[in-house]
């Protein structure tokens, strides 16, 4: 019997770019992205989550990995390459198996920018189904100049800005991880339902009874960094450039960073090349538990990225009561003043914005306060029932209907 769309009641098909890898037991897992526990949170409003991701079958689970598939959450595998070799058949391969995954689910959401949402979009229009975006990054950030050499970077980055606004023009629902930023960029239809949360909801342990008190003048003081190293775009070479400029001039500071990927070795060579390597450590992926451990021991953070969305990162740092720096990419002016961010990129910025703190105990301690209180924006209690109202609107929304042909969207901003 041929099945029809939205057949499977309560289940809802989710994509993912995040890479997972699948042990011969069938389990599934992660290393650097989300775990079974963030993708339960759509069980607010379905029974159950189909979960789209490119997988990998390898023998054992990686050093560090959480189980992703679980009680509630199916993983459903796609083609883990579609690199140029043998192109056309890995993309009717792709195709194929999408239209597989959300051909008898009630409801898709998809996390965008992404290709495999791109994808789904395509088929869910010829079907004339709705769909839901949760918006958690920025193509316009991601290809910013800086961020890759290729000759064809802009022509990409306009195409992605473009794409990503049809995308939101035209979905059923757009939830967005910025509370205005993205929103400007990426702007929802006419009838779109909008919301805004982040990729974050922080239990009251999270929290730190109160600010981080200054360091002292002419202590040691510590810089910490928790980002992943799958791509150049973090700026951890920014912040050991920095390093090295502080320690230079006179300014006892070491850097820890929490977080692992393929970019870490090059790294490591370029830490030994600064003649940092009594000064930097790298800790690797932790557990929660023990990430909030480092955070707790240090003294500022740091988070020099290129590109980011509304960094989960930098708000777990900000409810510790940490003083915190970055850069003015996505949502980051959202969470910090115009004094605590640097241009990307740019070492001697980060550096001195890093040294103007700890020359003033006040400016330090009034930062801290400033990012404990912001970060109590992002409580469970406050995120999680909004979240599940959008859900259940997607749920009930989400139901074949006719959608209007695609059509160019005029573009809100330059994309040089």
Wanted: charged share 25%; hydrophobic share 40%.
């Amino acid at each position: 019997m041929e099945r029809l769309p939205g057949s499977a009641t309560g289940v809802v098909a989710v994509t993912t770019e995040n890479r997972l890898q699948r042990t011969p037991d069938g389990a599934v897992w992660t290393v650097a992205g989300p775990a079974h526990s963030f993708w339960t949170r759509y069980l607010s409003a379905f029974e159950r989550v189909r979960l789209l991701a490119r997988v990998a079958d390898v023998s054992t689970p990686p050093a560090g990995a959480s189980r992703v598939d679980g009680l509630g959450v199916q993983v459903w595998p796609l083609p883990s390459d579609v690199g140029p070799t043998r192109y056309l058949p890995r993309r009717r391969a792709l195709r194929r198996a999408v239209r597989d995954a959300v051909d008898d689910v009630e409801a898709v959401v998809l996390r965008v920018p992404s290709p495999i949402a791109a994808v789904t979009i395509a088929i869910l229009r010829r079907q004339q189904r709705g769909y839901a975006v949760e918006v958690i990054g920025d193509p316009y950030d991601i290809a910013a100049p800086g961020t890759a050499d290729h000759p064809l970077r802009p022509l990409s980055r306009r195409r992605a800005v473009r794409k990503l606004r049809e995308q939101c023009h035209y979905a059923t629902g757009a939830a967005y991880v910025t509370e205005t930023h993205l929103q400007n960029r990426y702007p929802p239809g006419p009838h779109t339902v909008t919301v805004w949360y982040p990729s974050v909801d922080l239990r009251p342990d999270a929290f730190a009874t109160r600010p981080r008190p200054a360091p002292t003048p002419g202590d040691p003081v510590t810089l910490i960094c928790v980002a992943a190293l799958d791509e150049p775009d973090m700026g951890l070479d920014v912040a050991l450039v920095a390093v090295r400029r502080l320690v230079d001039t006179g300014t006892d500071v070491r850097l820890v960073h929490v977080g692992d990927g393929r970019f870490r070795p090059r790294l490591e060579r370029m830490t030994l090349q600064q003649g940092l390597s009594d000064r930097v450590t790298f800790t690797g992926n932790l557990p929660a538990t023990e990430v909030r451990a480092e955070l707790d021991a240090a003294d500022l953070f740091v988070l020099p990225s290129r590109t980011d969305d509304l960094s989960r990162a930098l708000i777990e740092a900000m409810a510790r009561g940490l003083p915190a720096i970055a850069t003015p990419v996505s949502g980051m002016p959202e969470l910090l003043s115009p004094d605590c961010l640097v241009p990307p990129g740019d070492p001697v910025a980060l550096a001195d914005a890093i040294r103007r703190l700890l020359d003033e105990p006040a400016l330090l301690a009034t930062a801290a306060e400033r990012n404990l209180a912001r970060s109590r924006d992002y409580r469970a209690e406050i995120l999680a029932p909004r979240r599940a109202a959008f859900y259940r609107t997607v749920r009930l929304a989400c139901r074949p209907a006719a959608v209007e042909p695609a059509s160019p969207v005029r573009e809100h901003a330059s994309a040089n």
